[in-house]
């Protein structure tokens, strides 16, 4: 596992990814711009219904702040995949507990406490659990599969 980093967040792409401005030991580039995946979760797109609810929900959280990055492994895309904690919160757990991110069932283990979160914010009908939601990753599949007939 990589070290913890200490930095500002700068961007928020969507409900589970943001961009953080982070330091280095460069003296000529003493800061850099890391693409963060929140791990173990996976939010709307921001075309799917409450994509753009999800994302607001972790601006409010993030965006601005000081974040604690703790890096985790990186993902097919280069993005750093981390636990993120910003104003003292697990901003992954945030996001179940509120209903604007699924538990990602492929890449949670590890991180069984938000399966109960989740039921939590399921059974309350938080968020995107008030209304037939589809997954993210069915979404993108239904994407795919239409794009290729298309």
């Known amino acids: 596992m990589l070290a913890t980093l200490l930095c500002l967040v700068v961007g928020v792409s969507d409900g589970d990814t943001l961009t953080a401005r982070c330091p280095t030991q460069d003296k000529a580039h003493p800061y850099q711009q890391v693409k ?13 219904p409450f994509g753009q609810r999800s994302r607001q929900h972790l601006a409010d959280l993030c965006f ?15 993005r750093t995949v981390a636990d993120v904690e910003c104003r003292g919160l697990d901003a992954g757990t945030a996001q179940v507990q509120a209903g604007m991110a699924w538990v990602y069932d492929r890449y949670a283990k590890g991180y069984g406490h938000l399966y109960a979160l989740q039921e939590a914010a399921r059974d309350a009908q938080r968020g995107l659990w008030s ?9 993108r599949k239904k994407q795919r599969e239409f794009l290729t007939v298309y």
Request: glycine share 6%.
């Open 64 to 78: 601005k702040t000081e974040a604690t990055i703790t890096p985790r492994t990186k993902d097919r895309y280069g």
């Open 36 to 48: 963060v995946r929140l791990a173990a979760i996976d939010a709307p797109e921001k075309a799917q």
């Open 131 to 139: 209304e037939a939601a589809v997954p993210p990753w069915g979404w």
